[in-house]
């Protein structure tokens, strides 16, 4: 049975830019005073989702989602602003 | 810039394009990248009324070029991996244009690296308009996957999605129209007929045409995956499939040959033939395979009959084969898989699953064959 990898600090940064450059997170600015789903979990949920992988909205439950994340990919359709 | 895409599904209002090569890549020589990005846009046109021009001067619809880190865009690359390409939804200016990293590995053909063809084939959708597509056997997949070029057939997501922009090819021979898209099977589809299925390393594989699902212990939903992309060179449409627990690989059929892979990695010695584990001449195909884990024989179906082999021994076992139905209670006909899950065995007849005790024989359930893909 795989074991369970620890998430570590490099994880969630490149889980962060993962979302940012693919699945529109963007950064949160104003007041946090709102409790709620975070941007990151709720983006997170969005790709897992999108990849048929079991949403959990963290990186905790099991390596499919980091796995996921690391394979060589395909930028996103930009549009010229 | 982040809605704009959003709002409106852009698309060229225009059937004849032009394209230039901006510059080339080193790993490739210039006559391999112009040829595969000739053939990536005929991908596109060969469904749809699009035609596309190739200049070398002044500015194209669809202006390619190699470049690493910052390039000139607001989207710079990341170096080698990650990402390998992007491009620009159909618009003037910088609308159709299509970057790729230089920081990658191209290449025309093989698999060490990543092949223009299909990264370009990718992008160019991107420029005529589509976005990514969540279907794991489309081209628009986001995630790259390795195929031959020589053999690529666009898929039907694919087709689906630049018909909804463009229509169809008007100059497609009714007559022969050329090989069916090929479409991703659906696990929870009622009449599904697996090809075969394996454990490996604790986790159950279900193949299907070019793809597999991949279920574990934690997870909830099987993941699909084309096989080429854990597996480069195995075979696709296979006949049967086991994990040998004596000697820890994976071993796919198809035809007379097996493939035995250990992790990702092909076994030094193999394909080989069938004929190696003893099976008579006259076996072209086995059916199914199926490692009985307490006895350390592997089953062979053939048709109504099985072979049993002894996996220590390296030896087929005397007095095969046997009708199925000396053994298996009721099983008088071909099967299409087996496999043995938390100690039961498995045999699939089609759309339909037998459990079985294999110690006494006796069947216990028929059940549907999407049974374990957690429909």
């Known amino acids: 049975v795989p074991i369970p990898q620890e998430v570590t600090v490099e994880d969630e940064y490149f889980a962060e830019s993962y979302l940012k450059n693919f699945f529109n997170l963007t950064e949160e600015t104003g007041p946090t005073i709102r409790r709620g789903i975070s941007p990151v979990s709720k983006k997170l949920s969005e790709m897992q989702r999108f990849f048929g992988l079991k949403i959990t909205g963290t990186l905790t439950a099991d390596l499919a989602t980091r796995e996921k994340m690391k394979k060589p990919r395909f930028g996103v359709s930009r549009h010229q602003c | 810039c982040q809605f704009l895409h959003i709002w409106n599904n852009p698309k060229w209002e225009k059937n004849s394009l032009t394209y230039m090569i901006e510059n080339y890549t080193p790993d490739m020589s210039t006559s391999e990248v112009d040829d595969s990005i000739e053939k990536a846009l005929q991908v596109w046109a060969d469904v749809t009324p699009l035609r596309f021009t190739r200049i070398y001067s002044g500015t194209a ?24 390409a992007h491009a620009f939804a159909p618009a003037p200016g910088l609308g159709g244009d299509a970057h790729f990293d230089e920081d990658e590995t191209f290449t025309f053909r093989s698999n060490t690296g990543y092949v223009l063809f299909m990264v370009a084939a990718h992008e160019f959708g991107h420029s005529l308009g589509l976005s990514h597509s969540n279907d794991p056997g489309a081209l628009m997949y986001p995630v790259y996957t390795y195929s031959n070029p020589d053999t690529f057939v666009l898929p039907r997501d694919d087709v689906n999605g630049i018909q909804s922009l463009y229509g169809p090819n008007p100059d497609k ?20 007929v697996l090809d075969a299925v394996s454990t490996l390393r604790g986790e159950m594989i279900f193949f299907k045409d070019s793809f597999f699902w991949r279920s574990y212990p934690q997870s909830t939903t099987p993941q699909q995956s084309l096989i080429t992309n854990f597996w480069p060179n195995a075979p696709i449409n296979i006949d049967a499939a086991y994990e040998s627990q004596y000697s ?24 080989k033939s069938i004929s190696s584990f003893g099976l008579p001449e006259s076996v072209s195909k086995i059916d199914a395979a199926l490692y009985d884990v307490e006895s350390g024989k592997t089953l062979f179906f053939v048709g109504s009959s099985y072979y049993s082999y002894d996996e220590a021994k390296k030896t087929m076992d005397q007095g095969f084969p046997k009708r199925s139905d000396e053994t298996f209670t009721g ?18 007849r089609g759309q339909h699953m037998l459990k079985y005790n294999l110690r006494t024989g006796s069947l216990l359930r028929v059940l549907r064959t999407s049974y374990l893909l957690q429909c």
């Open chain 2, 61 to 84: 619809d669809i202006m390619i070029s190699f470049g690493s880190k910052s390039h000139g865009d607001f989207y710079p690359f990341d170096g080698p991996d990650g990402i390998l």
């Open chain 2, 173 to 192: 021979d009714p007559v022969q129209p050329g090989p069916e898209p090929p479409t991703t099977p659906n696990s929870c589809d009622s009449a599904l």
């Open chain 2, 248 to 271: 820890d690989n994976i071993l796919l059929f198809k035809g007379r040959r097996v493939w035995a892979f250990s992790g990702y990695d092909l076994v030094r010695g193999y394909p």
């Open chain 2, 331 to 348: 099983l008088t006909s071909k099967v299409t898989a087996a496999f043995q899950y938390k100690g039961y065995t498995y045999i699939n």
